[in-house]
């Protein structure tokens, strides 16, 4: 039996024209024949970044998170490879050393999780960021307060129970981070008493605008699950 319709229940039209202010007049009539808790319904209701993170899977949150914890290995790596990391103080050193080791960690641990599913690597260019101590911490600050935004809103995205302990599990570990870098700027290390989530796109465009990756990451293979175990 087919259930409700808005047109069943909007007699005075109330409904109709509230949708008619959200998505349009013409929209807002096609709807009125959709069913009340309807897939149709529900994405009118959606704003365009709620609208796409409905669309994205398990695989795609992971490799987005992939592709973002790829950014910050390579940005901790170059930077202690050039011999930025040497030139700090040992307490400082002992900070980007630690972090960048455990983004590396990050990587090692999402690749395996997706297995084959892994997109490919991106190309990175950090225009001189990593050779000057001072903009190179305040990047790392700045990057790592966007990874626990961005963990933040992935979380209620993620269906797989398994994978969104981990997460968790993830989210804070980067939390510390950023603290931590705060700290080592001499800043407050928990500014508010509540983290803002960040989606998923609005990452993606901050990303983009440090016009850090170069080149776009391989597509990957497709037609399986990533892989969790716990």
């Known amino acids: 039996m087919t259930g409700p319709t808005l047109a069943t229940v909007d007699r005075d039209e109330v409904l109709t024209e509230a949708l008619a202010k959200l998505c349009g007049p013409t929209r ?23 609208a796409a993170a409905a669309r994205l899977d398990d695989t795609a949150i992971l490799n987005f998170g992939l592709r973002f914890e790829r950014l910050q290995a390579t940005f901790y790596t170059e930077t202690e490879q050039i011999g ?4 700090m103080s040992d307490r400082k050193a002992a900070w980007a050393r630690t972090l960048g080791a455990h983004e590396r960690a990050h990587v090692k641990i999402l690749k395996q999780v997706l297995g084959r599913k892994a997109e490919g690597r991106a190309a990175f260019d950090f225009g001189g960021d990593t050779e000057s101590e001072d903009v190179f911490t305040r990047t790392a600050v700045a990057l790592e307060d966007l990874t626990v935004g961005l963990l933040t809103g992935a979380l209620p995205l993620v269906k797989d129970k398994g994978l969104k302990s981990a997460f968790f599990g993830l989210l804070t570990v980067e939390a510390r981070h ?9 800043t407050t290390p928990a500014p508010a008493a509540f983290d803002k989530p960040r989606t998923i796109r609005a990452v993606g465009v901050a990303i983009d605008e440090t016009h850090y990756v170069t080149r776009a990451p391989r597509t990957v293979a497709r037609g399986q699950r990533p892989r969790f175990t716990g």
């Open 178 to 186: 950023a603290a931590w870098a705060r700290h080592i700027v001499g």
């Open 84 to 87: 930025t990391v040497a030139r």
């Open 28 to 50: 807002a009539e096609l709807l009125r024949g959709a069913a009340l808790g309807g897939a149709a319904m529900v994405a009118a209701l959606l704003t365009p970044d709620e």
